[in-house]
């Protein structure tokens, strides 16, 4: 298949804090077409289990939804090759107040293949040690404590529709119950 889809050119049409847009120029099919293309650097997240086996969540507003979410903590890497548990850890901490020194790779998700090339390692956080918060200076975040299975039911009635939170609460909902 891909032999049927030649690049021939990309082109930066803008770059911002934490990502950068391209116009590819590619043959598909032999015709020419332009498509959209999104680099992100990565990212990781974190499912914490607290000692009683809730999830601590985030609560924050999200400009391109315009609404607020219920999401696991995550955050973009600081520099290109940074290796993603450190990330992990580092957004652990500064999200929810909490920190640990066992954390274990849960699973990989690629957010939006179609256009952007984002990739998130989830981890799974145990034995929380209570620290505090470090937002960024535009950060409102609220931390809540959630059973796995009152998740799972606000996953499948739609209320929580963040990629990354419904592979990795599903995810751990198999691999740990």
């Not at 032999?3 to 934490?18: A, H, S």
């Not at 009683?52 to 090759?81: S, Y």
């Not at 290796?83 to 954390?103: Q, V």
């Not at 975040?141 to 998740?151: H, K, S, T, Y």
Request: contains cysteine; glycine residues 6%.
């Amino acid at each position: 298949m891909a032999d049927k889809v030649i690049r021939l050119d990309r082109q930066l049409k803008y770059q911002g804090t934490i990502l950068k847009i391209y116009e590819d120029t590619v043959i598909a099919n032999g015709h020419e077409a332009h498509w959209d293309y999104i680099h992100h650097d990565g990212a990781a997240a974190v499912v914490p289990v607290t000692g009683d086996g809730k999830i601590l969540m985030v609560r924050q507003f999200r400009n391109a939804l315009d609404r607020e979410t219920l999401e696991i903590p995550a955050g973009k890497l600081d520099a290109p090759g940074e290796p993603k548990i450190d990330c992990a850890y580092r957004e652990l901490e500064e999200e929810t107040g909490f920190r640990t020194e066992d954390m274990e790779y849960l699973i990989s998700v690629n957010t939006t293949v179609a256009f952007c090339d984002e990739a998130i390692d989830i981890f799974v956080a145990k034995n929380l040690i209570p620290s505090h918060q470090h937002l960024d200076e535009d950060e409102v975040i609220e931390v809540e404590a959630w059973a796995v299975d009152d998740l799972l039911k606000l996953i499948y009635e739609g209320r929580i529709t963040d990629g990354k939170t419904v592979a990795a609460i599903c995810a751990y909902a198999v691999k740990y119950r």
